[in-house]
């Protein structure tokens, strides 16, 4: 599949802000799936430093300061993107979990250690044995580790309701397992949260998923928006994206920008600013598939 | 930037050969009852019962001085610590307060050839965690090889990801560590913890030197201590070698007053010359960090970071604030500036690494392993913890990712044996799945060490800090360090226990003592400085708030004692109408709160003692003076690094002086009016040492402009309340005189009862008069001129407008018609109108100063998150 994304984010200031940093992770990450094809970055007012780089986990990011006055600072990022992931494995094939785990502890070589990295508990992640109590039910002995996952998605899927005003940024995921309501980056968490309780490494993904117009309704140009989920590691099976929110493995309408350990470590925008006062912020972001 | 080395480098250190002949006999009054505890070391005693050899010249002087010699000398060591502001802020502590450092006079003696085996043990072990960190930041082959569990770096929230990669000059990443050490009872040293990330107590232990030294100099002389001085130096020697600079600006970045050790802070940056900064000082540009000063952005190329890694860039370190340096991480990505220890530098601290460190010091240095540590076992591994489990009882457990400090309240210890039954399975269910956040360790019994209480010596349990730095080849390290001492309780608590009090720790030698030497900068061309061009725009401000709230304090001190004054019936003409003016006026003011005014007023002098004395003294009075003294030394302790240690035990007495009054069970006027009388005086003082003493920079500059402002508005004040017609005149007239110091003044120019005319003349026109008007404006306006300001502005400044037009209205008033009755009322109305025009103005002119030179004070915010989304 191929998409057209358009994300654009809108800062508008009640003061002046003399000087703003940024941290941008909005370039689609190229991987195994999925091929960026052109990716077009406009600032407004223009940068100082503008800066591409990777991070630590592989991720494009563009660093940036503004270092004119401003009121209103818009970020927009046009790419042009291609999906093709494979048909998700059987889960029934994989190997039980408890094995899985072990494995990936027991192999300091380089790729295993960066499998290895994600079974720890990370600034948004840390729910403890309450996490740990949550996924139980789902981990029984010798279960495939597969098919226990994608129980545990389905289950937060149903215990827990989508709610835009009950969580935000500082929510932690103990919280949200409390409240039983959040939005996509809190039960991508909460599924981490209690993968990594027992031992499964387990990632953070950020990126944007294909919307579609309530039937006989015409599709509505930026109302899509950004989106969360994880992806679990099965030993010779690989990477395997989850999306608790949709309750399904996602397929060729997940566009992934970034992955990392949660949330703080890929943000779509990261933002410092001097000055400025209270704030608003208007993102709008459009999936448009394109005719192959 | 100045390299001027205070304190300690600047006194001649030479030694002097003491002929060991001359040596009086031990007196043992000192330690006849010293009774070292069984099975432990005793630094001081044998277990024979007689002196460790390197102890017995130390003795011997030491109980050659009298019972009351002796108390005076400790009770000086107080003293000075108290004086100069020596305080360890203890956050939990709910009065907030600042506590004073506690120092047990008795240093703890090393023996030179003991302490140069240490010396190898402690530098080999900087190079080790240095080799370590690299290896960690960089290839990770300590992990792949399997020396270090990868759990150790991934599950730590110590390990920095965006430093991941990013070369640091000289792969040096360690510059300044501390490693505390404890002595076992064998005699053998061994480590407690390393301190990697950013050490504290390295300007405590520089200060106890200098007040034992001066407590103690012809015992420190005679017993040959290794000086420290030599170690500054080529730490910061080292520092500027990294650079490659022409002009290389260095600074130290602590988080701000709030700090715990914020005295050390402001010590060391004052003894090593580097201005002390704030997160909000530095902004970074371009990929550069950059001081925000007055006179514009200066570059800087080296931060002494005396702060966590992580809150030092809230763009890219996670920490849940905004504050920070944003961009500071990609200002060291990008090779501009150098951070001291490197940020990330914390990881290698902790307990659980220790297991794993003779091997690690095998693989990266191909050496042994020199000094040992306590048996520790990390639970992550199963054969560690198969082995905690069957030793639970005789183990202290610890949280594996919370490093430990013998300077700070240890944090969660596990003592297994005092567990409850239900807890103690617990313990054991989560050391079984969770395991890798536990560390266990045998808990040590350390040394005991002679410490001064009750006049004699007492044996207690000591652990020292030893601080290693870099100095441009490799290590070195501090000959000496911080002692503690802790607190008595049972053995196996010792070591989590908060240390009761510091002691020095000298290192004796043999041979000379080598004295500090600067030839190493002789080679270098003398280039003369100027310093305080580059005075941060914070320091700014608070300096100007400085000036203004010791001038405030200044006037209000002496309103509290012409009231006084009238009261006790020293003005011979006590008029109950201006009495009541001045009332009001100190209502006015905000100096006196309304209710208490009018009971004053009708209670008659019987009154006055008691409700005067709540004013004074008590420290909740909202309008009292405690309140406006805390505020002076709120603000001179934000610039604590520009004042002298002078003018800072000046501040310190005012305070005292308060609170020793408050203390008075019983208290009369005549003590009020002396309190008052000494606050008068020390106030004086310390404008004499701002006038004397300190250079002529912007920050002098500053200082005085607040004093010139403030009491320029008091005087406007002064005067439109007391310049009043009617049968009072005079006496208002002298009350206005007395309050603006110029009584002298007017007598001996004019011989007479003062005059409306005459006193406002010498008030308001007379630029000859130190305390009028017209004399603070023709200060402000040298100070104008001198400040620095854009090359492209033409004309005068914002703020000279302003002054000019203080200038203008002064010069224009028609003294004869100001001072003229306004008919039969009390009141001359011209007068109040023109001094509210220029309180007006001077409001005005401190604003338009704020906004053109202290406009960095706006906060750091997070811009707004990405947060919901991707809706089912």
Not at chain 1, 53 to 76: A, C, K, S, W
Not at chain 2, 703 to 717: F, I, N, P, S, T
Not at chain 2, 719 to 732: I, N, Q
Not at chain 2, 750 to 779: I, M, T
Request: a neutral charge.
């Amino acid at each position: 599949m191929i998409y057209e994304v358009s994300h654009r984010t809108r800062y508008a200031y009640r003061d002046p802000v003399a000087l703003s940093h940024h941290l941008l992770h909005l370039a689609p990450r190229p991987c195994a799936h999925q091929q960026c094809r052109r990716s077009t970055l406009i600032v407004d007012p223009a940068p100082a430093v503008s800066e591409a780089g990777t991070d630590y986990f592989g991720n494009p990011t563009t660093f940036m300061i503004v270092q004119q006055r401003h009121r209103e600072l818009q970020v927009h990022v046009r790419c042009e993107i291609e999906v093709r992931r494979p048909p998700p494995p059987a889960a029934e094939a994989s190997i039980p979990w408890e094995e899985a785990a072990a494995l990936v502890a027991g192999d300091c070589s380089r790729t295993m250690l960066d499998v290895y990295q994600f079974t720890f508990d990370s600034p948004f992640t840390s729910a403890g044995e309450a996490a740990a109590a949550y996924a139980r039910p789902s981990f029984t002995p010798g279960r495939p580790l597969l098919e226990a996952a994608r129980e545990l998605t389905s289950r937060i899927r149903q215990d827990f309701i989508y709610d835009q005003s009950a969580t935000d940024v500082a929510t932690p995921v103990d919280e949200v397992l409390r409240l039983r309501r959040g939005v996509c980056q809190d039960f991508a968490h909460l599924e981490l949260a209690c993968l990594r309780q027992l031992g499964l490494p387990a990632r953070y993904v950020s990126g944007y998923l294909r919307t579609y117009p309530a039937p006989g309704k015409e599709r509505l140009v930026g109302a899509d928006a950004s989106h969360a989920w994880l992806s679990l590691w099965s030993p010779g099976q690989g990477w395997i994206d989850l999306d608790p929110t949709n309750d399904l493995i996602p397929g060729d309408e997940h566009i992934t920008l970034a992955w990392g350990r949660d949330y703080g470590d890929v943000s779509p925008i990261t933002g410092v600013i001097l000055g400025g006062g209270e704030h608003k912020v208007e993102v709008a972001v459009d999936v448009l598939p394109l005719p192959a | 930037m100045a390299w001027s080395f205070t304190g300690l480098g600047s006194r001649a250190e030479v030694s002097q050969q003491s002929d060991p002949s001359a040596l009086p006999p031990v007196d043992d009054r000192l330690y006849g009852h010293y009774r070292a505890a069984a099975g432990g070391f005793d630094e001081l005693m044998q277990p024979d019962g007689g002196l460790r050899p390197h102890w017995r010249s130390f003795m011997a002087r030491l109980s050659a001085r009298s019972d009351a010699e002796l108390a005076q000398a400790w009770s000086a060591t107080a003293r000075m610590l108290r004086d100069n502001g020596v305080t360890h802020n203890v956050h939990g502590d709910p009065t907030g307060q600042d506590r004073p450092w506690r120092l047990d006079p008795v240093p703890l003696l090393i023996d030179g050839a003991e302490w140069r085996q240490l010396e190898q043990g402690l530098i080999q072990r900087a190079r080790l965690f240095n080799a370590i960190l690299s290896d960690l930041y960089g290839p990770q082959q300590l992990l792949t090889g399997g020396q270090l569990p990868a759990a150790l770096v991934f599950g730590s929230p110590q390990f920095l990801r965006p430093l991941h990669g990013v070369p640091v000059p000289g792969q040096v990443r360690l510059h300044f560590i501390a490693i505390d050490l404890a002595r076992r009872p064998d005699g053998s040293w061994q480590v407690i913890s390393d301190r990697t990330h950013a050490p504290i107590g390295a300007g405590y232990a520089l200060e106890t030197r200098v007040v034992m030294g001066r407590v103690l100099p012809d015992l420190f002389r005679d017993c040959r201590v290794e000086r420290l001085a030599g170690f500054f130096q080529r730490f910061s020697d080292s520092l500027l070698a990294l650079l490659h600079h022409a002009e290389p600006r260095m600074v130290m970045l602590s988080p701000g007053p709030a700090a715990e050790t914020y005295f050390e802070h402001a010590y060391l940056a004052r003894y090593l010359g580097m201005p002390l900064v704030e997160p909000g000082d530095l902004t970074v540009r371009d990929r550069r960090v950059f001081l925000k000063t007055m006179t514009g952005l200066q570059p800087i190329q080296l931060i002494w970071r005396q702060m966590h890694s992580e809150a030092c860039d809230p763009l890219e370190l996670q920490s849940a604030t905004a504050q920070g340096v944003p961009g500071l991480v990609q200002a060291v990505r990008s090779g501009n500036v150098v951070v001291v220890n490197a940020l990330g530098s914390g990881l290698v601290e902790g307990d659980a690494i220790m297991p794993f460190l003779p091997s690690l010091c095998q693989q990266t240095l191909g050496e042994a392993l020199l000094l040992p540590e306590a048996a520790t076992w990390w639970c992550g591994e199963p054969a560690a913890r198969r082995f905690v489990l069957a030793n639970l009882d005789r183990l202290v457990l610890r949280p594996t990712f919370a490093p430990r400090s013998i300077l700070r309240r240890d944090r969660g210890p596990i003592l297994p044996a005092r567990l409850s039954a239900a807890e103690r399975a617990a313990l054991c269910a989560r050391l079984n799945t969770h395991g890798e956040h536990y560390v266990a360790q045998e808990p040590l019994l350390p040394s005991s060490a002679p410490c001064w209480t009750d006049g004699r010596l007492v044996p207690r349990p000591v652990v020292l800090r030893a601080y290693i730095a870099a100095d441009g080849q490799g290590y070195q390290v501090m000959p000496g360090g911080l002692a503690r001492t802790l607190g008595d309780g049972d053995a196996p608590l010792l070591l989590m226990r908060q240390g009761e009090a510091s002691k020095d720790a000298w290192v004796l030698t043999a041979g000379p003592v080598s004295s500090f030497s600067r030839l190493a900068q002789a080679e270098q061309p003398a280039a003369p400085r100027r310093s305080g061009q580059d005075l941060a725009s914070r320091a700014a401000d608070n300096l100007y708030w400085l000036g203004r709230y010791a001038e405030r304090s200044d006037g209000a001190v002496r309103l509290l004692r012409s009231l006084l004054l009238r009261v006790t019936g020293e003005v011979n003409d006590d008029d109950p109408v201006v009495r009541a003016t001045l009332l009001q006026l100190m209502v006015a003011l905000g100096h006196l709160d309304k209710g208490l005014a009018r009971r004053l007023t009708q209670g008659g002098a019987a009154a006055f003692p008691g409700e005067l004395g709540r004013v004074l003294f008590e420290a909740d009075a909202p309008n009292g003076l405690a309140p406006l003294l805390g505020h002076l030394r709120r603000t001179a302790s934000l610039v604590r690094e520009r004042l002298s240690s002078d003018a800072w035990t000046c501040l310190q007495a005012l305070q005292a002086q308060v609170e020793a009054e408050r203390a008075r069970p019983r208290r009369e006027v005549g003590d009020a009016l002396q309190l008052l009388n000494d606050l008068i005086r020390l106030l004086a003082a310390l404008s004499g040492m701002q006038m004397e003493h300190m250079t002529r920079n912007l920050g002098w500059r500053l200082l005085d402009m607040g004093r010139r402002v403030e009491r320029a508005r008091h005087l406007a004040r002064l005067m439109a309340a007391l310049v009043r017609a009617g049968a009072s005149e005079a006496a208002h007239l002298q009350l206005l005189l007395e309050l603006a110091d110029s009584t002298m003044t007017y007598r001996t120019r004019y011989l007479n009862e003062p005059r409306p005319l005459l006193a406002v003349d010498l008030l308001l026109v007379d630029n000859s008069n130190p305390r009028g008007l017209s004399f603070q404006l023709d200060r402000l306006a040298e100070h104008l001129a001198a400040l620095p300001r854009p090359a492209e502005q033409a004309g005068l400044s914002a703020e000279q407008r302003v002054l000019a037009r203080l200038h203008g209205k002064i010069e224009l008033a028609d003294l004869a018609k100001l001072c003229e009755p306004a008919g039969r009322r009390p009141k001359r109305d011209a007068l109040p109108v023109l001094m509210a025009e220029l309180e007006a103005e001077l409001g005005v002119l401190s604003d338009t100063l704020a906004q053109a030179y202290f406009s960095h004070a706006q906060p750091l915010r997070k811009a707004g998150p990405h947060w919901g989304g991707g809706a089912d």
